[in-house]
Structure formats: structure tokens, C-alpha cells
């Protein structure tokens, strides 16, 4: 019931592979991108296909979805503010 030994894998399968990895590693780079503010985050990409839809022409999208970002499927991480004020806060 194991997977079977890459001998008796078929032709494709090694192409398949290759193809797999290629796009991972796309997918890495354009998450790091993304990360350090040189690539386009996937929620303002879907804010312009609102924007489109609603045939609206935002100053700030047009500016920058006019440079020449790599789309990217990640957002940096940012700390959440507290919910609670200071004062509030259990210690």
C-alpha cells in the first residue's frame, strides 16, 4: 500500500514534480515579497476588483496598481492593538 518507488513512476510524474516545486518556490517569493512591502498583498488586489466592479477609479489604487508589483498570497504579521484599554487590561 506504499507510495510507489520513483522506477516505476511514470514519465510525467517527474515533470509534474518539477512543475510542483517551480510554483512553490513562486509562491515563497512572492510571500517574502509581500512581507517587505515589495509585493501586492491579495486584499488590496481584491479592493480593486471591487473597485472595478463598482466602475470606480480610487487616486490611490490607480497609483498603485500602476507599479510593477508580483502579486503575493501572505500579509506581514502585525501585533493586534489590545482590545481593552491600559487600565482595563488583567495584569
Known amino acids: 500500500w506504499g507510495s510507489p518507488s520513483p ?3 511514470p514519465p510525467q510524474h517527474g515533470r509534474r514534480r518539477a512543475l510542483l516545486e517551480a ?3 513562486q509562491l ?5 515579497a509581500a512581507m517587505t512591502g515589495a ?3 491579495r486584499h488590496l488586489q481584491a479592493l480593486a476588483a471591487v473597485a472595478n466592479q ?5 487616486p490611490f489604487l490607480t497609483e498603485v ?3 510593477p508589483w508580483a502579486l503575493a498570497f501572505s ?3 502585525r501585533p493586534h492593538p489590545p482590545l481593552l484599554p491600559h ?5
Open 65 to 67: 496598481l500602476g507599479q
Open 54 to 58: 463598482m466602475q470606480l477609479r480610487p
Open 23 to 25: 510554483a512553490l518556490s
Open 39 to 41: 509585493g501586492l498583498e
Open 7 to 9: 522506477a516505476a513512476a
Open 87 to 91: 487600565p482595563l487590561r488583567p495584569a
Open 75 to 77: 500579509s506581514a504579521p
Open 28 to 32: 515563497r517569493a512572492r510571500r517574502r
